[in-house]
């Protein structure tokens, strides 16, 4: 599994089916969206490709606290465990947000990742505003002969979604059982210290 900043990728580049979100903690909602881009890639002959930020976007627009869960290396390690063959990322600022929804479909799906099938979460947005959602990537799609598959929300049995903010609080009340569960895995060291509130960054 390879893990590359978008302005060092190749030109050039294979057709891929291209996966995208923020996958923080690389959770249960990431790795179905991880395993369906790695089953759409087989299917059609496809490179496996994951586009993200090295920081959640909602940190810096001022949305949600700073708190990381998985840095940029980790997160890459833990995604290519569901198929991906790379990882790509941008460092999220103020001039990736100001890119509108059609400049990063045109430009960096199609133009720089060579997205011939594109994997996203029933709540993914994009571009300026955030305007660009579910429905917006459908017609860009369909316009362009593009696959597109939607994953629906994953939720435990509870019926609780399973979301990163979900596992911030959860690890802010001191509750490893419903982080663990989320996250399908044991806490990492980083998220030992996010349990219980103690972390201050």
Same mark, same amino acid.
């Given at each position: 599994? #390879? /893990? ?16 995208l ?9 990431? #790795?179905? /969206? ?9 299917? #059609?002959g ?20 700073? #708190? ?11 995604m ?28 960096? /799906? ?67 059982q ?15 210290? /996010?349990?219980?509130?103690r972390?201050?960054?």
């Amino acid at each position: 599994m #390879q /893990l590359i900043n978008l302005r060092d990728l190749p030109e050039n580049r294979p057709p891929a089916a291209v996966c995208l979100g923020t996958f923080d903690g690389v959770h249960l909602g990431h #790795q179905a /969206l991880l395993t369906a881009t790695a089953e759409a890639a087989r299917r #059609q002959g496809l490179a496996a490709c994951a586009y993200t930020f090295d920081v959640p976007p909602a940190a810096v627009l001022g949305h949600a606290p700073a #708190q990381v869960l998985t840095p940029i290396a980790e997160k890459a390690a833990l995604m290519g465990a569901y198929g991906v063959d790379t990882v790509v990322y941008s460092h999220f600022d103020a001039a990736v947000a100001a890119h509108e929804a059609e400049w990063f479909f045109e430009e960096l /799906l199609l133009g720089r990742l060579n997205a011939r099938h594109i994997v996203i979460g029933f709540h993914y947005h994009f571009g300026r505003f955030a305007r660009g959602d579910a429905e917006l990537m459908r017609g860009f799609c369909a316009a362009k002969n593009i696959g597109l598959t939607v994953v629906p929300p994953v939720c435990l049995s509870d019926g609780t979604l399973v979301s990163s903010s979900a596992i911030r609080d959860a690890l802010t009340r001191g509750d490893r059982q419903t982080a663990e569960t989320m996250l399908n895995r044991p806490l990492s060291q980083r998220e030992e210290v /996010l349990l219980g509130g103690r972390y201050n960054e």
